[in-house]
Structures are given as structure tokens and as C-alpha cells.
């Protein structure tokens, strides 16, 4: 059986496990769009502005993930579309499965 998401890279950190995302933010719907150079691109349809875009992914990867609010944090990247995300809570192989059941 082959790996889950075989691009995307999972790295283990003192804050979790940590992984890239590209967003596009304004996009008509919210969703996963795939891969993008080791990155999970994500669409979300609010605007960046105020911040509103960093909370809806944030929102989007709690919903994708299961876990709580509190277990997923932007770590670098607040302003750019290009975001490190860390996550608590769960391994790499766990959120590589999660994230696989919402892109098959």
C-alpha cells in the first residue's frame, strides 16, 4: 500500500507537526485543492484581510483534522500565502491519513 500524500512533507517539532500550506484566499468555495511542491493548497472564500483568511484555514484544518482550535497554529508566514501550520495532538501518519480521506 503506497503512502497518503506522498508530497507533502510532515516534520516532527518541540511545537508538533509541522507541515506548509498555500492559500488562496477569496476563492469562490473553502476546500483542499491538492498539492503544491511538498505544500496542501487550501481555498478559502475569505478575504485577506484583517486576518480573515488565516482564521478560516485555521477553521477548515480543525474540521479536516478533528482536533480542537487550540491544536492547530500558524507559525511563520501570518501575512504571506504561504503559512507554516503546526499541529498538536496527532502524529504525522495520522494527519496524513486525515488529510488523504478529504482528498480522495
Keep these: 500500500m503506497s503512502e497518503p500524500l506522498p508530497g507533502l512533507d510532515l516534520r ?11 492559500v488562496v484566499p477569496g476563492a469562490s468555495r ?5 498539492l503544491l511542491g511538498g505544500a496542501l493548497k487550501l481555498a478559502v472564500s475569505a478575504p485577506p484581510e484583517g486576518g480573515k483568511a ?4 485555521l477553521e477548515l484544518l480543525v474540521h479536516i483534522l478533528g482536533v480542537r482550535k487550540s491544536d492547530v497554529q500558524i507559525v511563520s508566514g ?5 503559512k507554516r501550520i503546526a499541529v498538536t ?9 486525515r488529510l ?5
Excluded at 473553502?30 to 491538492?34: D, E, N, R, S, V
Excluded at 495532538?89 to 491519513?97: F, H, Y
Excluded at 488523504?100 to 480522495?104: A, K, L, R
Design 12 to 22: 516532527g517539532t518541540t511545537k508538533g507537526v509541522e507541515f506548509s500550506v498555500k
Design 30 to 34: 473553502t476546500g483542499p485543492l491538492g
Design 54 to 57: 488565516n482564521a478560516a484555514v
Design 78 to 82: 501570518a501575512s504571506k500565502p504561504r
Design 89 to 97: 495532538g496527532l502524529s504525522a501518519e495520522e494527519i496524513r491519513q
Design 100 to 104: 488523504h480521506q478529504v482528498d480522495s
